[in-house]
């Protein structure tokens, strides 16, 4: 493994990084994680929904409040969410602070 490619160690790295998300924000309660967890299917994009909540308020807030930078993500009234791009750089303790400032709005 430690001589793996540079692209799929960068992929690796982000399907890891998406699979941590993905677990801090399963545990929060009321946030639904629409990205799917299945390997095969699993990007370095996980998306979310917050019932009840405005995602692009929800969005600005994460900005404004936690410099936490998230997307709004909406296809007309069929799709709208909160998109959080993972990148190999990141680090766990980021991704918490991320976990951490979505409770702040629950």
């Keep these: 493994e430690l001589w793996k490619k540079p692209a ?4 690796a ?5 998406a699979s941590y998300l993905r677990l801090q924000l399963a545990a929060l309660p009321g946030i639904e994680v629409l ?3 299945h390997p095969a299917l699993a990007t370095g994009i996980v998306s ?3 019932p009840h ?5 929800v969005a600005r807030a994460l900005a ?6 998230v997307a709004h993500v909406a ?19 980021q991704l918490d602070r991320c ?4 409770r702040s709005q629950l």
């Design 8 to 11: 799929e160690a960068a992929t």
């Design 13 to 17: 790295r982000i399907r890891e990084l």
């Design 35 to 37: 990205s799917p967890s």
């Design 48 to 50: 979310l929904r917050i």
């Design 53 to 57: 909540r405005s995602h692009a308020e």
């Design 64 to 69: 404004l409040e936690h410099n936490v930078v």
């Design 75 to 93: 296809q007309g009234p069929a799709f709208d969410a909160i998109r959080i791009s993972v990148h190999p750089s990141n680090q766990h303790a």
């Design 99 to 102: 976990a951490n400032a979505l």
